[in-house]
């Protein structure tokens, strides 16, 4: 079932409007007329054949949006990303990126994905930010390459996009966690991706690194064209940037615009009572 | 001519030394970056299960042992990558059951105890022509892997998901890495020995990693650290009279140690001279990125 938010409601509505309605109208935020990037129809997935990490979760992501997709701890949202790109095959039901079953899809250089962390990290593993952000542009096999430093261009605007050219050539390994993780976007932006998939981390990051990613993000959207999909947990700081939010609890809690989330659909996200105070994002917005 | 060169068996010594120290540690870097140092170490015990049943069977020892090693890594990779097994029980299913089948082949036929001695030990100034040529043929092999899968190689090292999304066939990559790991091992087997073909594997790229910036300078470093510690190893084994394989591996081991001394000077100065390119985000305050940006 994909829940659809109710045009009817304001962004200043109070908690007791619920706006849950397959029925009803698509609200204006959602623009239903473009297409859709990534899918997911009823899908299910368990690890080793144990308790579903994923229930029966129905939505889509449209070109343009930036989606935020919100949880607790344990919720699925990991997993949800892992099977959009197809590093993960559900149990039922089909993921589909760009109108292709993720598991076959082979398009990669329409899609940037930034893990929350690197497998590699912590080996002193020896490659400057700009060698990460060169991998970005792979597009292949290339007898050549081990020759060949190409995209010297691409590298550079990317590594300024991120803001962190003056770290380009730093070890990888020198660099502190929001660091890498702008390092890790740049790799992703590089090759000028439709999709960006991003898996935002928990901890070493403080609250102005944290701002500035999600400002990061926002113009990735706003200004590159890029649809997003965003993994997050700071439900405040998604709101400024989010034109769609979907809350994952094994199974899709919400769906639609962030401002039509309401405390009900967060106490049952977060297992207890939650008040929402909304914020206006332009006003706020420094 | 420095008598080191006046006898046949150094100067093929030194061939093979050199051909395998500059095998192991290049493709070294990749089986350390993806942790999967124990890897050599299993198949070394392949390989002399390979070499017991080639001394039984008489067939060319080396030649078996280089199937055993190679087919006994696909199978590892498989077990690892379905996820069957998880990747060290894979490692000690193999491990034992070729330690254990040497054993009983090596027990069941008597008389060639000296020969495997050296095979467990090294036996690279014994090292004949079959054995460079299998040699020269295995590292010309890696070098072109390696050189022509360099992106798909680092990707995967870096990270596999990453590596899946840039489109990278990781499953296939890393089935020929396992392979070829196989390879080198047998290859590395005939100059440091079963029980020491990790040392030569690894210990150079762990020398390399502590002093290289980028994945080339890394690459290269591998390898220069390889070949010094071959030729020093054989040098003082030649005129000191010491096990050749001893020799070199302790001599990687000064290398490691050389490359940590290098590296703590190098931290020492570059944090002297104030090296204060520090960006901002996880660092304290909201200032510091304005800071950061005047000083570019």
Redesign the interface.
Same mark, same amino acid.
């Given at each position: 079932m994909i829940i659809e938010p109710n045009e009817n409601m304001g962004a200043t509505d109070s908690m007791e409007s619920v706006a849950l309605s397959p029925e009803e109208s698509h609200g204006p935020e959602l623009a239903t007329d473009r297409p859709v990037v990534c899918e997911f129809t009823n899908t299910w997935y368990s690890y080793g054949g144990g308790e579903p990490a994923v229930e029966d979760v129905s939505f889509q992501v449209r070109k343009g949006e930036f989606a935020a997709i919100l949880g607790p701890n344990g919720s699925g949202k990991t997993t949800l990303l892992?099977l959009a790109?197809?590093?993960l095959k559900p149990t039922r039901g089909s993921v589909e990126l760009f109108g292709e079953s993720s598991a076959r899809f082979?398009d990669?250089?329409r899609?940037?994905?930034v893990?929350q962390r690197?497998?590699?990290m912590g080996?002193?593993?020896? &490659?400057?930010v700009e060698?990460?952000v060169e991998?970005?542009l792979?597009?292949?096999?290339?007898?050549? &390459?081990?020759?060949r430093r190409h995209g010297r261009k691409e590298i550079l605007e990317a590594l300024d996009v991120a803001?962190?050219?003056?770290?380009r050539?730093?070890?990888i390994e020198s660099?502190?966690?929001?660091?890498r993780?702008?390092a890790l976007i740049a790799?992703a932006i590089v090759g000028q991706p439709d999709l960006l998939?991003l898996d935002e981390p928990v901890s070493?990051?403080?609250a102005?690194?944290r701002d500035?990613?999600h400002e990061l993000i926002s113009s990735l959207n706003r200004e590159h064209g890029m649809t997003v999909f965003l993994i997050s947990h700071d439900i405040g700081a998604v709101m400024q940037g989010a034109t769609v939010c979907a809350c994952i609890n094994r199974t899709v809690v919400f769906h639609g615009p962030p401002h039509h989330i309401t405390g009900e659909h967060l106490s049952e996200l977060y297992g207890f009572p939650v008040d929402v105070l909304l914020h206006d994002a332009l006003h706020e917005h420094r | 001519m420095p008598e080191i060169f006046q006898f046949d068996f150094m100067t093929r010594a030194l061939i093979g030394g050199s051909m395998v120290a500059i095998l192991a540690p290049a493709f070294g870097l990749f089986i350390v970056l993806r942790r999967l140092s124990l890897i050599a170490d299993t198949l070394s015990h392949v390989a002399l299960m390979g070499v017991a049943i080639g001394f039984v069977t008489s067939i060319y020892p080396t030649f078996i042992a280089l199937i055993a090693t190679t087919s006994s890594a696909a199978g590892i990779e498989q077990l690892r990558s379905r996820g069957r097994l998880p990747g060290d029980a894979a490692l000690a299913i193999f491990l034992y059951s070729s330690l254990a089948i040497a054993v009983i082949v090596i027990s069941k036929s008597s008389g060639f105890n000296a020969d495997l001695f050296g095979y467990l030990f090294g036996t690279v100034l014994s090292i004949n022509d079959r054995d460079l040529w299998l040699i020269g043929i295995l590292l010309l092999v890696v070098i072109v892997f390696v050189a022509s899968f360099y992106a798909e190689l680092t990707q995967s090292a870096f990270d596999q998901d990453l590596a899946h999304v840039s489109g990278v066939r990781v499953t296939a990559t890393n089935l020929a890495l396992a392979i070829l790991t196989g390879a080198t091992v047998t290859a590395s087997m005939r100059v440091v020995g079963v029980l020491m073909v990790g040392a030569l594997i690894v210990i150079p790229v762990l020398a390399a990693l502590r002093l290289a910036r980028g994945f080339r300078t890394a690459l290269l470093l591998a390898i220069g650290f390889g070949l010094l510690s071959v030729w020093v190893g054989l040098a003082v084994a030649f005129y000191a009279d010491l096990a050749a394989g001893g020799s070199i591996v302790l001599t990687t081991v000064a290398m490691f140690a050389l490359a940590e001394v290098v590296g703590k000077a190098k931290d020492y100065f570059s944090a002297r001279h104030g090296a204060s390119d520090t960006g901002w985000s996880a660092s304290t305050s909201s200032a510091q990125p304005e800071i950061d940006a005047d000083q570019r």
């Open positions: 892992r790109l197809g590093l082979r990669w250089s899609v940037g994905y893990p690197v497998e590699g080996t002193r593993f020896p &490659a400057t060698e990460i991998q970005g792979y597009r292949g096999f290339n007898p050549l &390459a081990i020759f803001g962190i050219s003056h770290l050539r730093r070890p660099l502190s966690v929001g660091q993780q702008r790799r998939f070493g990051v403080d102005v690194g500035r990613f | -």
